[in-house]
T-cell receptor, first 112, second 116 residues
Framework: GDSVTQMEGPVTLSEEAFLTINCTYTATGYPSLFWYVQYPGEGLQLLLKATKADDKGSNKGFEATYRKETTSFHLEKGSVQVSDSAVYFC???????????FGKGNQVVVIP | GAVVSQHPSRVICKSGTSVKIECRSL??????MFWYRQFPKQSLMLMATSNEGSKATYEQGVEKDKFLINHASLTLSTLTVTSAHPEDSSFYIC????????????FGPGTRLTVL
């Protein structure tokens, strides 16, 4: 079945550092790919998405490119801020399927 | 963008009572809504898929008699936790399907349930 794998463990980094969170997926066909962000005590917010190979999703300085050859959708931001501290979830949605498959999430802590 | 609300945001109840959580799509119609459960520092676990006007589809291991779902209109789905016990304490999140324009789900802010 469809599945998403995120890199293990929390990510702690200093303000203005470069952030990368790895995400790989397993799915049949061409799924849509998403990154969601969850701030403490809140629900999930869509951060960005890509619906086909080589698409780049971007929002608020975050980017991720849909790489079919490596089945990846890594999240990047060039200069993080303290306000970026949150949990980030990678997710996919298969074609003809209305269910989302989530990765385990990564806690990101940005230190001033 | 599409907005999904949940009510209440927090609820504390005694063991053995029932609690109803509402999920509303505020500016769009949602034929399908989803209910998730999230334990501390963990990912979302899909509990059930709620379709307007029909019975919900529950994931394996989720008790349908304990977690009653009703999707009576295109903008409202409710989750009722019946005879709640402390192990039901969790963060419950709903989402609504927006197929037109992007094939994505929009999430509510979540409901924190604490059963004493």
């Amino acid at each position: 079945g469809d599945s998403v794998t995120q890199m293990e463990g929390p990510v702690t980094l200093s303000e203005e550092a470069f952030l990368t969170i790895n995400c790989t997926y397993t799915a049949t066909g061409y799924p849509s790919l998403f990154w969601y962000v969850q701030y403490p005590g809140e629900g999930l917010q869509l951060l960005l998405k890509a619906t086909k190979a080589d698409d780049k999703g971007s929002n608020k300085g975050f980017e991720a490119t849909y790489r079919k050859e490596t089945t990846s959708f890594h999240l990047e931001k060039g200069s993080v801020q303290v306000s970026d501290s949150a949990v980030y979830f990678c997710a996919l949605r298969g074609r003809g399927n209305n269910r989302l498959a989530f990765g385990k999430g990564n806690q990101v802590v940005v230190i001033p | 963008g599409a907005v999904v609300s949940q009510h209440p945001s927090r609820v504390i109840c005694k063991s053995g009572t029932s609690v109803k959580i509402e999920c509303r799509s505020l500016d769009f119609q949602a034929t399908t809504m989803f209910w998730y459960r999230q334990f501390p520092k963990q990912s979302l676990m899909l509990m059930a898929t709620s379709n307007e006007g029909s019975k919900a589809t529950y994931e394996q291991g989720v008790e349908k008699d304990k977690f009653l779902i009703n999707h009576a209109s295109l903008t409202l789905s409710t989750l009722t936790v019946t005879s709640a016990h402390p192990e039901d304490s969790s963060f419950y999140i709903c989402s609504a399907d927006l197929v037109v324009g992007g094939n994505e789900q929009f999430f509510g802010p979540g409901t924190r349930l604490t059963v004493l």
